[in-house]
């Protein structure tokens, strides 16, 4: 008779426990009952099921990168390059699975949307807190972003901390500057709590470090480069898939939340998030 195998993939006893006093020890870990009891649907329709749980799962992921995002930030701060590249390397995989979650809603029909749109009332996804935190990591600050969550302390006082710190690319500025090259006092200082503007020092700056990439003094900020460049793909590729897929759902006609629905999208596609990154490659 062959064992039985515990969670792990270790062969374990021959009956494993059953018997607990409360709850199992894998539910008071991972909640998966308040997790599978949030979906309070709106409709009849049941479409609105996968559309529901589809996003939730999206907030979850938006969780789990602003954390290995932040990780990185402070690790930056700390000139512990090793623990932010891990953390980022992390994020990529972690992109890769919340770009994925698109995949269930990416082919909805406008009839298909349009039997739970109603539901939604003015709820829009520009309106997601943890989301509005993985953009400020981003360098893409904005304070008039603050302003749904007014009515929500703990959040707004969150998203307003996060507005006022520096993004993630504002600690690799930061940590290029303490490595010497010359990242101008004006991007060092500027008022964190507004977009992250192009500077054409910082972008002679990173072509230097992708001329010479075998440096044994800058390798380690070349490899920086190049995963914050995967990080900048992957976003990209998320607001194009979002893009795409409201396309699909609902042509050109006005977002929920009032938002300009496609309009807006298409904008956000174009810009790229760490954008000297990309520009230092014309120069190289």
């Known amino acids: 008779m062959s064992k039985t195998l ?21 539910e008071d870990y991972v909640q998966a009952d308040v997790l599978t009891h949030l979906q309070h649907l709106r409709s009849d329709d049941p479409g609105e099921m996968v559309f529901l749980v589809t996003t939730q799962v999206m907030e979850l992921w938006f969780t789990v990168i602003v954390h290995e995002w932040e ?4 690790a930056l701060r700390e000139d512990r390059i090793p623990v932010a590249m891990d953390a980022l390397k992390r994020s990529l995989r972690e992109l890769e ?3 994925a979650s698109w995949r269930p809603l990416a082919q909805l029909t406008p009839g298909q949307f349009n039997a739970y749109r109603a539901a939604l009332g003015e709820g829009s996804g520009f309106q997601s807190a943890m989301y509005r935190r993985m953009e400020f990591l981003l360098g893409e600050k904005s304070a008039s972003m603050l302003v749904p969550h007014r009515g929500a302390p703990r ?14 690319y504002d600690e690799v500025l930061r940590l290029l500057a303490r490595r010497g090259l010359p990242v ?3 991007v060092l200082n500027r008022d964190l709590s507004l977009r992250y503007e192009p500077s054409a020092e910082v972008e002679a700056v990173w072509t230097g470090l992708y001329a010479a990439p075998d440096d044994n003094e800058t390798q380690d900020l070349h490899r920086l480069g190049e995963v914050l460049t995967d990080v900048a793909e992957l976003v ?10 409201t396309r699909r759902a609902m042509g050109a006609k006005t977002g929920t939340g009032g938002s300009a629905g496609v309009t807006w ?4 596609a174009t810009k790229n998030v760490f954008p000297e990154l990309w520009t ?5």
């Open 280 to 284: 230092a490659r014309s120069y190289v």
């Open 236 to 245: 990209w590729r998320w607001r194009n898939d979002h893009l795409v897929a």
């Open 97 to 99: 699975a919340l770009n």
């Open 6 to 26: 515990d969670a792990s993939g270790v062969g374990g006893s021959e009956t494993p426990n059953l018997d607990f006093a409360g709850t199992t020890p894998y």
């Open 184 to 186: 101008p006092d004006a």
């Open 71 to 74: 990780t990185a930030a402070k």
């Open 265 to 268: 999208l298409e904008k956000r």
């Open 155 to 168: 959040v707004h006082a969150e998203l307003e901390k996060a507005l006022h710190e520096p993004s993630l």
